[in-house]
């Protein structure tokens, strides 16, 4: 674990064990939040890149890493998460649908395997024809005529999440004479792969971060259990890196996972801004226990004295003895005396004020199996790029995900109002926990105001046009006002998928 506030030099550790890694052949699995990692170490022919809006993508769908429904039922849960401590039925039911969906996509031959389908299956058709896919299914009764409302929640949650789906569009094109143009990609398979030493890097940047949350925490429960797959081996290391976790989904089971995969092989190295967002994100047990489950610890600076305290409570206290010298004076010269007195003291080795002071690229270190504590003081080592850290990738639109994108919109913003005020605001809380913040929540909401527009000229299954004109309206009016309080600046038509 490397915790430490902003600019501390978490990324220096962290680059310095990268190289590390590559020189010992060992494979790595790299969240990069930002891109900085790709730059510096992305080496075409042997590493891999997962990002969409990159044009160095490598093309992953669902059906990559899902063979079995269990495999579905696992990603449902990575890519659906469950947040707080509300009603879980909402949730589990958005998992149950799109689990039984994908799954029968793959056995049945009426469609095909692509994501544009799968959207369109979902979001698109009408809820007799859903059902009619879903038929003998545990999710049948969930998309019900008979529980019409019902189902507008349960799609609205599976909108929020699935939307992120859409920026894979294309990855799977066909060239002319029918042949894939990009080589499908298995992370299982990848990660299974002895003969691999490369590294797969999950790289998003600012703009695109909050669209690929639920991808990236996808892509990594898949890694995690891929690994839990292998057999067990004392010799393989397989390093996940994990820098600014918390800025991610909650991982389902990771707590299980961290405290497995040593067997197999599994590394996992886990960066933090503060303890305080591990427990916002998995609350305050499962923080504890996934804290109590990382044995070396990098501690650098933490500006706050409560999150200064937490790291000198753990890196320990230590018991001196502290000799005192009294001497007494008497009338009489005799009287005269010396004595000598000893007091046992506890205190922190490392004290929450020396947290706190700590220059740039100094942490103190804790390593398991061991009372030692040393203080270090990295280098800064200035890398050159060996590759750029982006390069645009243009996702394919046209008509069929042009409907896609409105009814993404539809379910998410406007078919709530269709809904009493109890169930709209229950659901607007579960959207709420997808972002990271509220800056993040307003400006998909501004980008979102430019294709309601064109969702008002479309009739959605579960509406009529008139409607669907009328909601349109109020919900573009409500967005207006919510842009203009929050003084969010007008983002251009086409830049959607910037």
Request: hydrophobic share 35%; aromatic share 8%; charged share 25%.
């Amino acid at each position: 674990m490397i915790d430490g506030t902003t600019g501390a030099g978490k990324s220096v550790a962290i680059r310095k064990l990268l190289r590390w890694i590559r020189a010992r052949g060992d494979k790595a699995i790299i969240y990069d939040k930002g891109c900085d990692f790709v730059s510096k170490f992305y080496e075409p022919h042997k590493d891999v890149i997962l990002n969409p809006f990159d044009e160095r993508c490598a093309a992953w769908d669902i059906w990559s890493d899902a063979k079995e429904a269990p495999d579905f039922e696992s990603l449902a849960a990575a890519l659906i998460p469950q947040h707080g401590e509300g009603d879980p039925f909402w949730v589990d039911s958005a998992r149950t649908i799109f689990a039984a969906t994908t799954y029968q996509m793959m056995i049945d031959d009426k469609h095909e395997c692509t994501i544009e389908n799968l959207l369109h299956i979902i979001l698109t058709s009408e809820l007799s024809t859903l059902g009619e896919h879903l038929k003998d299914t545990e999710a049948s009764s969930l998309v019900s005529k008979s529980i019409e409302k019902t189902a507008i929640s349960i799609k609205s949650v599976l909108a929020t999440y699935i939307k992120s789906l859409r920026y894979l569009h294309g990855l799977d094109e066909k060239d002319a004479q029918g042949h894939r143009k990009r080589a499908p990609f298995s992370i299982t398979d990848w990660v299974q792969d002895e003969s691999q030493q490369g590294f797969l890097f999950l790289s998003s940047n600012a703009r695109q971060h909050t669209a690929l949350r639920p991808l990236i925490s996808m892509w990594l429960a898949i890694a995690s259990n891929a690994i839990l797959g292998m057999e067990p081996d004392d010799d393989r290391r397989i390093w996940v890196i994990i820098d600014e976790m918390p800025t991610l989904h909650k991982l389902p089971e990771l707590t299980h996972i961290i405290s497995e995969v040593r067997k197999f092989g599994g590394c996992y190295l886990l960066g933090l801004q503060s303890y305080a967002q591990l427990e916002t994100t998995y609350g305050r047990n499962a923080a504890r226990v996934i804290f109590d489950l990382l044995n070396t610890r990098f501690f650098f600076r933490a500006p706050s004295k409560a999150m200064a305290a937490i790291s000198s409570e753990d890196l320990g206290d230590q018991e001196i003895d502290i000799s005192r010298e009294n001497i007494s004076y008497g009338a009489n010269a005799l009287r005269d005396g010396v004595s000598l007195g000893h007091q046992n003291k506890t205190r922190p080795v490392v004290s929450p004020a020396e947290i706190q002071g700590l220059d740039d690229l100094e942490c103190y270190l804790r390593t398991p199996n061991s009372m030692l504590i040393t203080k270090l003081q990295l280098k800064y080592d200035r890398m050159s790029n060996l590759q750029p850290s982006f390069f645009k990738r243009s996702i394919p639109g046209g008509k069929a995900m042009e409907s896609i994108d409105q009814a993404l919109i539809f379910h998410e913003l406007i078919a709530l109002h269709e809904l009493d005020e109890t169930q709209r605001n229950r659901l607007l809380a579960i959207q709420q926990s997808t972002y990271e913040n509220e800056e993040e929540q307003q400006q998909t909401r501004a980008r979102q105001k430019q294709t309601l527009a064109k969702a008002s000229k479309k009739k959605n299954p579960s509406t009529n046009a008139t409607q669907t004109q009328q909601l349109a309206e109020d919900t573009q009016n409500a967005l207006q006002r919510e842009t203009e309080e929050a003084s969010i600046t007008q983002i251009e038509p086409g830049e959607m998928y910037d």
